[in-house]
């Protein structure tokens, strides 16, 4: 046995690049990543929210949001309009092409997470899904 088959460091990251792997595959037809997918789920789930409260949801830093928010728009998927409370705060919605697509990258990350899944018990899902949370704090 490897030395590295008990590391957990070497483990996460080797089924981290073979899932994510798996789903970038799957999203290249449609040009996107897998974060810029994540954004456009969550904005399916909460149009008009701002950048900001985008960014904590997501954990992510406002420099890689502006880019990915900016790559978005340049392909349609969302518009960013200005509040009418405050011109100078953004909010994020999805544009037609968005809403038309977001029922197919559901699926596809439906699909994807099965394929995960599949190969588990239902005991070891849940745990897994516990396991990984507990890891993000």
């Known amino acids: 046995m490897n030395e590295l ?6 483990l996460l990251a080797k089924a981290y690049q073979r899932v994510y792997g798996n789903f970038k595959k799957r999203l290249q ?7 810029q997918h994540l954004v456009l789920l969550s904005l399916s789930l909460d149009e008009g929210i701002s950048p900001g409260e985008l960014g904590r949801r997501l ?20 518009v960013k309009q200005s509040s009418n409370e ?8 999805l544009t037609e092409k968005g809403r038309d697509g977001i029922e197919v990258l559901k699926r596809e ?15 070891e899902r849940i ?11």
Do not use: H
């Open 5 to 10: 088959d008990d590391c957990i460091l070497f």
């Open 29 to 35: 037809p449609y040009g996107l990543t897998p974060v």
């Open 59 to 78: 954990i992510l830093d406002n420099a890689t949001l502006s880019g990915i928010l900016d790559r978005l728009v340049d392909s349609e998927w969302i």
């Open 86 to 93: 405050d011109k100078r705060s953004l909010k994020l919605y």
């Open 109 to 123: 990350s439906d699909d994807a997470n099965s394929r995960v899944l599949d190969i588990l018990g239902m005991e």
């Open 127 to 137: 745990l897994l899904k516990r396991f990984l949370k507990d890891l993000q704090q």
